[in-house]
Every structure is written in C-alpha cells, then in structure tokens.
C-alpha cells in the first residue's frame, strides 16, 4: 500500500516484495545489508530511534551522579522544575481486584520507562484535556475516534459509551451515583469482550471503549486511584495486543480515505491509551512515564488531516501533502523545537505529557487554506 499514511505494515519493502520474514531492524533489516539492497520501511518499527534513544540515556546517567542514587518516586510535592529524567527498570503485575476476573491474559514483563515529573500548571492543563474527551465524544468528535470512522455502524462497545458520556454531560457527576455502577458494569463487559474479540475490529472497539471509560472516570476527582491505575494497566496491555495484531495489508475494498481514517485511528487510539495512563500517573505521582514502545510508536505528522470530513477534500489535502510517517518522539521534538504546530489539542496533550511544554494552538484553517 502506498507509502501516504494509509499503510500500518511494519516490514521493510523488500521482504514484502519477496515475501520473506523481515526482523525489524532498524534502519535496515539484516536481510537488506546481506543482500546490500536499500532498506525502505513504511513505518518505523519499534526497534527503532526511541529504542536506542533511551539506551543513550540509560548509559548518560550511568555516568552522571544522579544515577548512583537510588531512584525514588516523584511525588506531587517534588520540585518539577529541578527533577531529572528518572530511567528505572519495571516489572509489570497483572491486576488486582475489582478487575482480576475479566481472564485476559496480562504477562508479566520488564521494561524501561523514562520518569520526568511535570509542574502543575501542565499537570492541570493535561488533565483538562482529557477531562474534555468523553464531552467531545458525546458533541460527536474524538481525538482517537475519527468521527466518519464509523458511521451509522457504530460497534456496541463505542455506541454503549457515547451512551454514558451523553449521560454525563446531564448528570454532571460521577461517583455515588448510578451512572457510576453503569459504567463498572460497562468496563467488565468490555474486559470480557476484549478477550473474545474475534477479530481486529472487535479488539479495536473494546479498546477504544476502555480508553472513553477511563476518561470518564477521570472527570471525577472522587474516583478510586488504585481502581483507575488497575484499568491502567489493562488498557496499556490491551493496546500493546493492538499494536501487535495489527494487520499488513487492508482490504482493496477500502477507498485511501477510509483506509487513512482506520489507520490513523488505529494509530491514535495507541497513543491516546498511553495519554490517558500518562494523566493518570500524573494526578497520582506528579510524574508521566514513557517506554520505547512508546516513543517509537509511528506517527502521521499532517495532523490537520484529522479535522476534514469530506473524501473530495481530503483527497485534495492528501495529495498535496506528501510527508513522511515520523515516530511519537520525532513528532514531539518537532513540535518543541518548532519545526511543527499543534493544530489541536491532540498535539497539545502530547507535547505536555511527553515533553512537559504548553504550546499554543493554531487553527486548523489556516495551514488548509495555505496547501
């Protein structure tokens, strides 16, 4: 499939070409430097610069004095602007109580995570955003969710929760209410729909539920933590298991608008999971943690295509824009840097759990009427 963002391959050109298993390496498979062919990959794999980007750190601070002291938890009352980049090795533990019986699988790992604690006022800023999700779902927008994604065939796990953020919007509050014991009932019938899901669709929808449960969830300060961080870690899970079963190739069938749309939804979902994780450690610790997965994770830098609605238009848009798939870490040191522009708060969001900077939104229209 063309190289225009519509693509979630992962393999590199020439081992699909010659359909031979491609091991990932980057920039080029060991298939490509024995062959000496070039190396062409659609999408940056997940061995990739944030990989070796985070490595770098790990062996920077091995040699800085901050990392022969033991590490410690930021807390919400540590000093973020003198907290360093904490590189800690984790092991992940399957979830406790109220969501240890949904039987997904969750195995235990060990991964690195990068720990920056963040000021307040972007701790703040963050959690607005998200706070806002489920009131953007309900109005018919979604940061993940491409709004013409779905159409008239919503799966039940998005029509269940647009239900419940529709609710929300009336009610006005949360906890101690009935629309909190719907919600707990929604979450453990999406856990157990993920688990049967019996295509990439399914998993998808159950996912992307998870995810709107969670922003639900977060916009009532009286909500169990501990609760919230075990759903954490399932959407974290489940969304790893996305990224995983991620299919090669789409159907013919899909005209290149649909095709980007569920693409790049599936893309944003992914990164949208480990926002909201991200908010969540953040009200709780004062730290946002990133991994390599994460930073890795591809990224359609033409964020302002998200924002057409129409196929002629965005065909249009598309067709002049020609740019290349970067990673969620080439995107944000793009946007800190400058070389970019948040055009939503999307990007905002990102940069800020990422990066730790507040940086002002530009219209949408004017980059469109620029192209």
């Known amino acids: 499939m063309a190289s225009n963002g519509t693509s979630l391959r992962r393999s590199c050109h020439g081992c699909v070409k010659v359909k031979r298993r491609c091991d990932l390496l980057f920039p080029e498979c060991s298939r490509c430097v024995k062959k000496g062919v070039r190396c062409q990959y659609v999408n940056i794999p997940l061995s990739a610069q944030a990989g070796s980007t985070a490595e770098n ?15 410690t938890h930021a807390t919400n009352n540590s000093n973020p602007n003198n907290g360093n980049e904490i590189i800690v090795l984790r092991a992940t533990q399957s979830p406790s109580p109220p969501y240890e019986n949904h039987s997904l699988s969750i195995p235990a790992t060990l991964e690195i995570e990068i720990r920056k604690p963040r000021p307040p006022e972007i701790i703040q800023m963050v959690a ?14 979604s940061p993940f969710i491409h709004p013409c994604l779905y159409g008239k065939s919503m799966p039940k796990p998005i029509r269940d929760m647009r239900d419940i953020c529709s609710l929300c919007l009336s009610d006005g509050h ?8 719907l919600l707990q009932q929604k979450i453990i019938m999406l856990l157990h729909a993920a688990r049967k899901a019996a295509n990439f669709e399914e998993l998808l929808a159950c996912v992307q539920g998870l995810v709107l449960a969670q922003c639900i969830q977060l916009t ?15 959407i974290i899970s489940l969304s790893r298991r996305l990224w995983a079963q991620v299919p090669t190739e789409l159907p013919s069938t899909m005209t290149p608008w649909r095709a980007w ?5 599936v893309r944003r ?6 926002v909201v994780s991200a908010t969540v450690s953040l009200l709780n610790r004062g730290y946002a943690c990133r991994t390599p997965f994460v930073d890795a994770l591809p990224f359609d830098v033409r964020t302002w295509l998200w924002e057409i609605r129409s196929e002629s238009r965005w065909t249009q848009f598309n067709a002049n824009t020609e ?8 995107f944000t040191n793009f946007l800190e840097f400058g070389e970019s ?11 800020a759990t990422c990066r730790g900077k507040q940086l002002p939104i530009r219209s949408v229209s004017d980059i469109l009427e620029a192209v």
Do not use: W
């Not at 740019?323 to 080439?330: C, D, G, I, R």
């Not at 522009?341 to 940069?351: A, H, K, L, W």
């Open 323 to 330: 740019l290349p798939m970067v990673s969620l870490y080439e």
């Open 174 to 181: 949360l906890s101690g209410s009935k629309l909190y014991s």
């Open 341 to 351: 522009e948040c055009y939503s708060s999307f990007e905002g969001v990102i940069v």
């Open 128 to 141: 607005n955003i998200v706070r806002q999700t489920p009131v953007l779902f309900a109005q018919g927008n």
């Open 261 to 265: 749309m569920f693409a790049e939804s």
């Open 269 to 274: 979902t992914i990164i949208y999971s480990h």
């Open 57 to 71: 750190r790990v062996v920077k601070l091995a040699h800085s004095k901050q990392a022969h002291a033991k590490p």
């Open 220 to 234: 009532d300060g009286n909500i169990d933590a501990k609760s919230m961080e075990r759903l954490n870690e399932i």
